[in-house]
């Protein structure tokens, strides 16, 4: 079996604001991001990145001022989960019912857009700044 080389702590750094980047774009979309992810998936998958409570450590390959913007996320999400019953594993609807989808997304949309003001990174090479020329989402 070849060698693999494993990815530089940079590389991994850009791998993940990429996923962060993919998740605050689904929280953006309000109501469409929970019909999209699910109701679960829709805190779960957020909080694969960051935790529960208190402030997030690691901000990787962000700015500072990217950073404040996730970071604010991060705390009305951890504010919803508190508020939200997923253990009993809520609907859909449920999840729109409690209102909070539509006040994470101007948040959401808020950080999406500043991280998106500089872009995606490469997934297989090192970069100082994204180099995604291609729009997204």
Sequence with gaps: MPDVEKPSERLIAQRVRNRILEEILGLSEGEAGVHEAGPTEWFESFFDWFPYEG?????????AEEADTVSAVCKIMQQAIAETDISREP????????????????????ALDVLMARGRFSEEQEEDEPSNPIPWP
Excluded at 98 to 110: C, D, I, N, Q, S
């Design 55 to 63: 402030e997030p450590e690691w901000f990787p390959a962000m700015t």
């Design 91 to 110: 609907t859909v609807d449920e999840i729109i019912q409690t209102g909070w989808p539509e006040r994470v997304a101007p948040t959401a949309k808020l």
